[in-house]
């Protein structure tokens, strides 16, 4: 059995992480003396400017390995399940067996790689942090970070809060890094059992890879958001991904928010339907109340005379179903059925 990943847990760390570093990587010095609103900034902040830009821009760059890992899980479970359509339909389908199986060898390789890398560069992400925390401690230079690529960099904060800031983000990124580790463990799983002669993952591959892929799936409906923020730092796996999957629903929370105001398709079908109804009831009145527009389905008219004769048989035989007619005109006034 292959080890347990949380691959939504992974997501969502994954996701949050890329949202919290991503405007440390823009930290600059204001660029005039109207964008500080102070002295000039000391040289020395410029080059611990850079070292922090340098330093977060790496880490960006492990995150995008890591969404490049999850792209080939994604793309090695949609080859497994090439292959077993391939052993249910064999007269339709020519697959080359074998080459398909070295593939997802190698790309179970190329997985367990991209993982590996992940995991050791997010091995000494607070041993870093905590060097960056002591390199802009009492540092009251003010810098400039934009919360995000398209918005302007309103954002002001001395050096030494940038500090507290990404010392603050540690218990965020201790989980990621755990996830990471938890990924490796499962790319090495499947680079092994695909390799054995007892393979568990080609042995059934239908039930085996259905599941692995609708939760790489559900990966990559969680992260793509950010994809389409921060495109130019993520453009390995924001390309690896668009070749071969799609978003199936939106997990953004503005997206959420929108849900909660949007009108339900059974709400929107409700008038259709209540009106389709409403002819069935008022067949049911005319059956129920002798006389009801019964000039206009005989086409009879016998004038002033005729109605005069027949009125007072209507109003006897009327007085208890009209009773019933106002209670349904009644609802109808509260939108319960049209009449």
């Not at 960006?60 to 249910?88: C, K, P, W």
């Not at 997010?122 to 995000?148: C, G, S």
Request: proline letters at 6%; one cysteine or more; glycine letters at 4%.
């Amino acid at each position: 059995m292959p080890p347990e990943l949380n691959v939504t847990g992974l997501a969502r760390a994954t996701r949050k992480t890329m949202e919290r570093l991503a405007p440390f990587f823009q930290v600059r010095l204001p660029s005039s003396m109207s964008d500080s609103n102070s002295e000039a900034p000391p040289a020395a902040a410029a080059a611990i400017t850079s070292k922090i830009t340098f330093k977060i821009l790496a880490y960006i760059e492990i995150i995008d390995s890591s969404m490049l890992a999850a792209q080939i899980a994604f793309h090695l479970a949609s080859e497994g399940l090439v292959l077993s359509t391939s052993h249910q339909d064999q007269q339709e389908w020519e697959v080359d067996s074998e080459g398909t199986i070295q593939r997802m060898q190698a790309k179970a390789e190329r997985g367990l790689e991209e993982a590996r890398k992940v995991e050791g560069v997010m091995r000494d992400v607070r041993q870093e942090f905590y060097k960056i925390a002591a390199l802009t401690k009492d540092n009251t230079t003010i810098v400039l970070l934009p919360p995000d690529p398209v918005h302007p960099p309103t954002l002001r904060k001395a050096l030494k809060d940038v500090g507290t800031d990404l010392v603050a983000n540690l218990n965020l990124l201790s989980e990621f890094s755990q996830r990471a580790s938890e990924t490796v463990a499962w790319w090495s799983w499947v680079r092994d059992d695909l390799l054995s002669s007892n393979s568990v993952l080609l042995s059934s591959p239908s039930t085996q890879w259905e599941p692995i892929k609708s939760d790489w799936q559900e990966y990559y409906n969680i992260i793509n958001s950010v994809h389409g923020r921060f495109p130019d730092v993520l453009s390995s796996s924001r390309v690896a991904w668009q070749s071969v999957a799609v978003k199936t629903r939106d997990t953004s929370p503005l997206a959420s928010a929108a849900a909660s105001t949007t009108t339900l398709p059974m709400e929107r079908d409700m008038p259709k339907l209540t009106k389709r109804r409403s002819g069935e009831l008022k067949t049911l009145m005319q059956r129920l109340i002798p006389g009801r527009n019964q000039e206009k389905e005989n086409g009879v008219d016998d004038g002033v005379g005729g109605r005069e004769k027949r009125e007072p048989q209507l109003r006897t035989k009327n007085r208890s179903p009209k009773m019933l007619l106002d209670g349904l005109r009644h609802l109808g006034c509260h939108g319960c059925i049209v009449v």
